[in-house]
């Protein structure tokens, strides 16, 4: 599953409520999708809280010893054959009756690398019960079931869970995305994917990769700036897939699930979102980011869920106490969606969580009496891993069938989970509208140039050798940092400033510092010239370069202020959008206010960084 075998995987906003029929009608919502705040929302602008499974299959389900072609060496004894589970015993069209009876209303779709590049047509015997699919590839049994779910009016998010086609998740050759292959490869199959689907609107998120996790030698990082920084390969990926593929796509991008070794006295430990909390992600498109983590009883925050070894004497989330469980989930994912108006602040998407219907275990039955009960009172988006398994060998599984078809599970036996389910399924839930708020975002330049705006990425190189920052297009520079590098933009109080046809202009000097206007005495000042705004700003080492600015669509005549920021902090009162450059000095023009200009020094014992902004008022 999804969960590893060595290393696994505020309350309710007020509005109108709704019951899981009402979210799930056929044609009740409009792709594409995308976020406002911790909200996903549809083309409306109606909110779609993802009440998702997965589906698993696809990514394979070989255990890595023996035979492939013996079933007793993969997964709970079922091979998938490269394939979603269960189309050897159920027609399409009743496991799309069957999903939409258990009420969700979206899938998780995993997929291995290898799975696309296989020309392999699968045997007859994995496709029995849907014989239209003999002589298929795996991949176009998937374009298959893709088509399926999406005339059944649910959203898809396709998941690269795996590189190869080996069960996931331990020590296996999947433990990054660039394990068994290049970082290239991984993105380019990537944008193949997204291509692929693209001209099917419910297809409506990319969820980049599953489980990052230690291999045998190394830790994968976020922010580190070498081969295993799962910060930097994300955006990559995601831009690619928005420039490249399909700009309407929801971004996914998972947390770290495990980090060291899994040893008492050893450093280890399950960072998940955390990080995201002083490094988070600007896409080229601001409203297309989700963030994701993974919950198991059997694992735990530091904790590898593994028996024997592996094993560590740190408490498995299903022994925390329920209040103990809650702040953590907390403190690993969910202050992402419950922090409102930071720049981390997005959707959190629970894209795996389960437990068997023979769990007899007090821990762990309560342990999923808990998460469910978290994820009603919050409104969270979840995904529950698996959906479909084989009678008899996934008791995980939602719905198991024999080998005739006939349906076991939570629709039809006497399960445990059920009250969890209906729980989750059933709680109050923010519908209809969701009001736009104002987008944060961070630029980190910590590792070379971070030009999210395609109208900037247009024009080339505005100054060659240095390290470039933009912001996203619709978004205005608001705040630097001192010597970190870092910024911050914002749409708050204005929306899109930017005139649609106005060219931009790189200042590299004073020009545009009026007689009479100094603004920041004995200090170099790079002023956008009348009229126009800072989008963006440049440095060579840490030395200030240029400022990249852009004429306004209204008039711009607001009285102006310096903000100095090079001694300490100079931020409005309760300041938005959290720290965007931890451990150094941050400036922030107020959120009625837009960024004219930069200010620094190349004084012997200074330092070249912004020093200085000059704010000014948006009207008046």
């Known amino acids: 599953m999804g969960a590893s075998l060595m290393f696994p995987s505020a309350g309710v906003a007020t509005a109108a409520a709704t019951t899981p029929a009402a ?23 109606d909110r779609f809280r993802l009440k998702s499974a997965n589906w698993d299959g696809a990514q394979g389900s070989w255990t890595g010893s023996g035979s492939e072609d013996d079933s007793a060496n993969h997964h709970a004894g079922q091979n998938s054959h490269g394939i979603p589970l269960g189309l050897d015993r159920v027609p399409l069209t009743q496991l799309m009756a069957d999903f939409h009876e258990l009420g969700i209303n979206s899938i998780r779709l995993p997929f291995s690398n290898a799975m696309i590049h296989d020309t392999a047509a699968v045997p007859d015997a994995a496709v029995a019960a849907n014989p239209q699919l003999r002589g298929r590839t795996p991949l176009e049994v998937f374009d298959a079931v893709v088509s399926a779910l999406t005339s059944a009016d649910f959203a898809v998010i396709l998941n ?13 050759g999947n433990e990054r995305w660039n394990s068994s292959q290049s970082t290239q490869q991984w993105a380019d199959d990537w944008v193949f994917m997204a291509r692929r689907y693209a001209a099917d609107p419910r297809v409506v ?19 580190g700036g070498d081969a295993h920084d799962w910060y930097a390969a994300a955006q990559l990926a995601a831009d690619r897939i928005l420039t490249e593929a399909d700009p309407n796509l929801l971004i996914v991008i998972e947390g770290i699930n495990w980090t060291g070794i899994p040893v008492d006295g050893f450093a280890h430990g399950r960072p998940l979102l955390t990080p995201a909390r002083t490094l988070s992600h600007t896409l080229v498109a601001t409203h297309k980011l989700v963030y994701s983590a993974h919950f198991y009883g059997y694992t735990g925050p530091h904790h590898s869920g593994a028996t024997g070894i592996g094993e560590t004497s740190d408490p498995r989330y299903q022994d925390l106490s329920r209040d103990n469980l809650f702040q953590a989930l907390y403190d690993e994912a969910f202050f992402v969606s419950q922090d409102d108006g930071k720049h981390y602040t997005a959707p959190v998407w629970i894209s795996e969580f389960g437990i068997g219907a023979g769990e007899t ?8 009496g808990n998460i469910t009960d978290y994820f009603a009172d919050h409104d969270a988006d979840f995904a529950y891993w698996p959906l479909v398994g084989w009678q008899g060998h996934d008791d995980w599984a939602l719905l198991r069938y024999d080998t005739d078809g006939t349906r076991h599970g939570l629709l ?11 729980r989750l399924m059933s709680a109050p839930s923010l519908s209809g509208p969701v009001a736009p708020v104002p987008a944060w975002q961070m630029l980190d330049t910590d590792h070379g140039d971070y030009v999210q705006s395609l109208r900037v990425r247009a024009t080339g190189d505005w100054d060659s050798g240095a390290s470039k920052a933009a912001c996203p297009d619709g978004l205005r520079l608001i705040g630097l940092g001192h010597t970190s590098g870092r910024g911050l933009c914002t749409d708050v109080t ?5 005139a649609a046809n106005g060219a931009q202009t790189v200042v590299t000097d004073e020009r545009n510092v009026p007689s009479g206007g100094d603004w920041a005495s004995g200090y170099t000042k790079l002023q956008c010239p009348q009229g126009q705004f800072l989008i963006g700003y440049s440095h060579r080492g840490t030395r200030t370069s240029a400022a990249l600015c852009a004429p306004a669509g209204t008039a711009l005549a607001g009285t102006g202020r310096t903000v100095w920021f090079d001694r300490s902090d100079n931020r409005p009162a309760g300041s938005d959008a959290g720290d965007f450059a931890v451990g150094d000095y941050k400036g922030q023009c107020g959120p009625d206010e837009y960024a004219a200009g930069i200010a620094y020094t190349t004084r012997v014992g200074s330092s070249p960084g912004p020093a200085a902004l000059l704010c000014r008022r948006l009207a008046g």
């Open 23 to 45: 979210t799930t009608a056929g044609g009740s919502w409009q792709p594409p999708l995308s976020t406002r705040g911790r909200y996903i929302v549809d083309a409306n602008g």
């Open 160 to 172: 690269n869970h795996t590189n190869t086609s080996r069960w996931c998740c331990g020590v296996d």
């Open 205 to 223: 998120g990319a969820d980049l990769y599953n489980e990052v996790r230690r291999d045998v030698w190394d830790d994968p990082n976020w922010g």
């Open 361 to 368: 275990g007090t821990a762990a039955r309560a342990w999923f």
């Open 412 to 422: 039809d036996d006497t399960d445990w989970r059920t009250a969890g389910w209906q």
């Open 494 to 498: 204005a929306g899109d400033l930017r």
